[in-house]
Antibody
């Protein structure tokens, strides 16, 4: 069955970077892109961007341009989301989801806490 | 920036029909998707491309649209349907946007 398993919770200081991983199984990895979505505590969903796992093309939300990098490792079927220059308002649960438009499968979420 | 507007909350009694709306200027031209999210869980797709119900989704969930508004309808609401619901669509540049979410309370 399709599974997306994300890395564990992180605590970071303001100004630091965080990398969240998303390991896929149960389907052909390069057939579907990977999208990243975050959710601040008690808030709604926010689309961060998408990476085409076949050719590496990326599309980032304007809000995160220059601060986020999405990559994949097809050998290990893993997607990565790197967010730099963290601020307290980056505290959120970060989700990966399969696909670029219709998100049928999601990772379990990774809590990233930014605190001094 | 583009916004999708949802009511913050909807309340219905069991067995009644719940309707959750999502408004956005680009909705006549862009597909809409609906997700259910329960506390502590990842979102779950319940309606795809405006009206399609993914495999395994109960028939009581349906989607429709008219002009700049799309609607998620849950007929015969059950206690297990209590959750947050989010619409998703794209702006004119193709960037995905989520609505602010609607908390469905089953009285």
């Amino acid at each position: 069955q399709v599974q997306l398993v994300q890395s564990g919770a992180e605590v970071k200081k303001p100004g630091a970077s965080v990398m969240v991983s998303c390991k896929a199984s149960g389907y052909s990895f390069t057939t579907y892109g990977i999208t990243w979505v975050r959710q601040a505590p008690g808030q709604g969903l926010e689309w961060m961007g998408w990476i085409d796992t076949y050719n590496g093309n990326r599309d980032y939300a304007q809000k995160f341009q220059g601060r986020v990098t999405m990559t994949t490792d097809t050998a290990t079927r893993t997607a990565y989301m790197d967010l730099r220059s963290l601020r307290s308002d980056d505290t959120a649960v970060y989700f990966c989801a399969r696909g670029g438009a219709k998100f049928e499968y999601w990772g379990q979420g990774t809590l990233v806490t930014v605190s001094s | 920036s583009y916004e999708l507007t949802q009511p913050p909350s909807v309340s219905v009694s069991p067995g009644q029909t719940a309707r959750i709306t999502c408004s956005g200027d680009a909705l006549p031209k862009q597909d809409a998707y609906w997700y259910q999210q329960k506390p502590g869980q990842a979102p779950f797709l319940v309606i795809s491309q405006n009206t399609e119900r993914p495999s395994g989704i109960p028939e009581r969930f349906s989607g429709s649209g008219s002009g700049t508004t799309v609607t998620l309808t849950i007929s015969g609401v059950q206690a297990e349907d209590e959750a947050d619901y989010y619409c998703q669509s794209a702006d004119s540049s193709g960037a995905w946007v989520f609505g602010g979410g609607t908390k469905l309370t089953v009285l």
